[in-house]
């Protein structure tokens, strides 16, 4: 099995749980950093729909983030982020729905022509009840699993689009949650910057170096 491509964009929340999960199952892939604004032909060859993160691979091409997850967990799980209830995979389908319209509309007013206060307040409920819910470290239990690494990446956006708001306010099992996320290891290592790739540059692989050397799944070169 040839080593699989990711196409990427670093501050995309949606490329950033891609990488999160990849990471975690210590898959290499050929990571691909698009600018958004002028896409290489490669990628949209590879999938024309023209969003991040797309994986290619052998067998298939996945272009959501929430699949590019799961297959990744599937090939290879060390940290048990699959190991989690039902309820987990509610709470992300609320993230991706209902809390994401209200980001949206709130951190893109302008273009929504949307009342900003009025979407980030709907976007509140939805994180003072994640804030109800943190009464561990994480959302089940005392390690990250899915649900947590597939939401915090949209929380940062949430917050960083009014940050002094953000902490302003009375959320303090979201606040430490949140905060310990930008702080681990697993953050700061999938939000390295890499060069906008295009066709001839050199191999990125991504990550630089397996977390879990014993589990990694090994590639060999895609040419």
């Known amino acids: ?31 691909r950093e698009i600018l ?35 297959w990744s967990l599937r090939q290879n799980d060390p940290e048990n982020w699959l190991d989690m209830p039902d309820e987990g995979q509610a709470l992300i389908d609320q993230a991706d729905g209902p809390f994401k319209t209200a980001l949206d509309r709130y951190k893109y007013a302008a273009r929504y022509g949307s009342d900003p206060a009025q979407e980030r307040e709907r976007g509140a409920e939805f994180l003072r009840d994640i804030d109800a819910r943190l009464t561990e470290p994480f959302l089940f239990g005392n390690t990250p699993k899915l649900a947590d690494r597939a939401i915090q990446p949209f929380v940062r956006q ?13 959320w303090p099992n979201l606040y430490r949650w949140f905060t310990s ?28 170096k397996a977390r879990n050397d014993a589990s990694k799944p090994s590639f060999p070169r895609h040419d």
Request: hydrophobic fraction near 40%.
């Open 181 to 208: 996320f930008l702080d681990s290891s697993a953050f700061l290592s999938i939000m390295q910057k890499y060069p906008v790739w295009k066709a001839g540059d050199p191999v990125t692989i991504f990550p630089d």
């Open 158 to 170: 949430f917050a960083n689009t009014d940050r002094a708001w953000f902490d302003a306010q009375p």
């Open 1 to 31: 099995m040839t080593r699989p491509i990711l196409y990427s964009f670093r501050r995309c929340p949606y490329a950033m749980r891609a990488r999160l999960a990849l990471q975690s199952a210590g898959i290499e892939s050929e990571l």
């Open 36 to 70: 958004l604004r002028d896409k290489a032909p490669e990628f949209l060859r590879a999938s024309p729909k023209g969003t991040v993160p797309v994986l290619v691979t052998d067998q298939l091409t996945i272009e959501e983030s929430r699949d590019i997850m799961n």
